[in-house]
């Protein structure tokens, strides 16, 4: 099989797809607006032919660029595991004529309004919502829906540019910092906890499933500097208290028609048991979130999903072995990090539950904590017992610290 991979060397995550596809035996091609030179060098090792192009956000020309490329008569499949390079890889597989989503059913795995009215026809409970593109219709749809609120964006991936609004003034002063987003979803707010729900589908059928939980939602972790916000991956993904949400999950992949590849859904549990959607975008979720599913299982799940899309196989014996936590840090301060406290007392005590430890070092500039999950660094911890992995990931939030200045 070769199978065409779009921007095969970022984001950060790409580079491992990448390799998982050709680790599998298929034939893995590339394109991409960085030059070759500049490709990761797993991404280098393991590609068979890169096409590197000048904007990928110019679609008609890396349509045309890829027709017209010798290897372009020797594909037989298009991934893309990137947000924003969801269509154009529908409309490579349309001007290519290979198998996969097509532009028509990808626009609601992009476009959020688009994606809740497919749900409502199906019956599965979505919030509220409303698609505005003006000031006035964002005023009109809050009155409709009640507060509190939620505005995001239409195409927006994660929580950026997303806000609760509570009240009339909370919208009069949220609505100026929208003014660059041509269009919004203004949204009842749904008060519960929040839990994904991914897959590795083959031919409409789910291979291998992982829910994590947010702790605390992701909402409350961008609109709180201090908060070290926690992904739990759960090692009992077939509990009761999850079993309507992984129900709900089959029904929207079905109702939305995904064959094969990675999906992230996002989902609610309301106090009173009831489940709402939330989104869910046709690719594997970010910041790590793929690392903990091979902590959890002990397997390669980047592997598996390139066996699932290249050969429609998924071999891996799934046995869920550990609950994972990714802490994701913020340093205090601005600047450069001068210091980190409490480090070595966390190695000592959890060191054997410590998978990963990818902190930023001392001398390193802050990061932006609004334009990036990940911020600062994180650690990844497993434990197989849920409530000592929740005590853990709590001593690591509240007292590892990284100082800036």
Not at 94 to 122: C, H, I, S, W
Not at 186 to 203: A, C, W
Request: net charge neutral; proline share 6%.
């Amino acid at each position: 099989m070769n199978i065409l991979i779009l921007s095969p060397g970022y984001p950060a995550e790409m580079p491992q797809f990448t390799r998982g596809l050709a680790e599998v035996g298929a034939r893995v091609f590339g394109v991409g607006d960085q030059g070759p030179g500049a490709l990761p060098e797993l991404v280098q090792r393991h590609l068979s032919g890169y096409l590197p192009v000048r904007s990928l956000w110019d679609e008609q020309a890396v349509v045309d660029a890829v027709r017209s490329w010798p290897e372009a008569k020797r594909l037989d499949g298009v991934e893309c595991l990137w947000e924003p390079g969801m269509l154009l890889a529908a409309r490579l597989r349309e001007a290519l004529g290979l198998p996969g989503l097509n532009v028509a059913q990808t626009v609601p795995f992009r476009d959020k309004e688009a994606m809740k009215q497919v749900l409502d026809r199906a019956g599965i409970r979505t919030p509220r919502h409303v698609r505005c593109t003006t000031v006035t219709a964002c005023w009109e749809a809050a009155e409709r829906i009640g507060y509190p609120i939620i505005i995001k964006p239409i195409a927006g991936a994660g929580s950026a540019d997303t806000y609760r609004v509570d009240t009339a003034d909370d919208l009069r002063g949220v609505l100026p910092r929208l003014s660059h987003v041509p269009e919004v979803s203004v949204e009842e707010f749904v008060d519960g906890d929040e839990f994904t729900y991914d897959t590795v589908t083959i031919r409409g059928e789910v291979a291998y499933h992982n829910v994590a939980w947010y702790r605390p939602r992701p909402l409350v972790a961008r609109s709180h500097e201090w908060i070290s916000p926690q992904v739990i991956a759960l090692r009992h993904v077939d509990q009761a208290a999850l079993a309507d949400g992984v129900k709900m999950g089959k029904q929207v992949l079905h109702a939305l028609g995904f064959q094969s590849g990675f999906t992230h859904m996002e989902w609610y549990r309301k106090a009173d048991g009831e489940v709402v959607f939330g989104e869910i975008g046709a690719r594997p979720p970010g910041a790590h979130q793929v690392d903990q599913m091979n902590y959890a299982c002990d397997f390669d799940v980047y592997r598996e999903w390139g066996r699932a899309v290249a050969f429609a196989r998924f071999d891996a014996q799934i046995h869920r072995k550990y609950n994972v936590s990714n802490i994701y840090k913020r340093a205090q301060g601005e600047g450069h990090i001068v210091r980190i406290t409490g480090h070595e007392r966390i190695h000592r005590l959890y060191g054997e539950h410590i998978v990963w430890d990818r902190l930023l070092p001392v001398g390193a500039p802050r990061r932006n904590w609004r334009s990036t999950l990940v911020s600062d660094g994180f650690l990844m911890v497993r434990h197989p017992e849920l409530a000592a992995l929740v005590q853990i990931s709590d001593d690591i939030g509240e007292n590892l610290q990284l100082i800036a200045q």
